[in-house]
């Protein structure tokens, strides 16, 4: 049964810092694009960072670059997610999701077809 479940979500200042977790089971993870996306109300969900656990690849979103930073712990099947200098406009709910190596496109990073998702977690940056 294949699960990703995000964590570590919550409420901050702005220029405070959280770090979320996805952990993975039910599927090979090492053969597996691991991305973080997030929809803020009443806007499009849009991803923010994804992370090849074959090669460890790292790709970011323009406006996260440089705050955030994805990394991975394959012997726990878990991917973090960084956040530093949080601003209000992080504000939204986060998601982890899965698509398999052969599937990715690295110019396409947050297009391809994610397979498998995770339920959300709420990140709330106060200003």
């Known amino acids: 049964d294949v699960q990703l479940q995000a964590s570590g979500g919550g409420l901050v200042q702005a220029g405070g810092s959280l770090r979320l977790s996805c952990a993975a089971s039910g599927f090979t993870f090492d053969d597996y694009v691991i991305g973080w996306f997030r929809q803020a109300p009443g806007k499009e969900r849009e991803g923010v960072s994804c992370?090849?656990?074959?090669?460890?690849?790292?790709y970011y979103a323009d406006s996260v670059k440089g705050r955030f930073t994805i990394s991975s712990d394959n012997a726990k099947n878990t991917v973090y997610l960084q956040m530093n200098s949080l601003k209000p406009e992080d504000t939204a709910v986060y998601y982890c999701?899965?698509?398999?190596?052969?599937?990715?496109?690295?110019?396409?990073?947050?297009?391809?077809?994610?397979?498998?998702w995770g339920q959300g977690t709420l990140v709330t940056v106060s200003s």
């Open positions: 992370i090849s656990n074959s090669d460890g690849s790292t």
């Open positions: 999701a899965a698509v398999g190596e052969t599937l990715f496109v690295e110019t396409s990073a947050f297009d391809p077809p994610y397979d498998y």
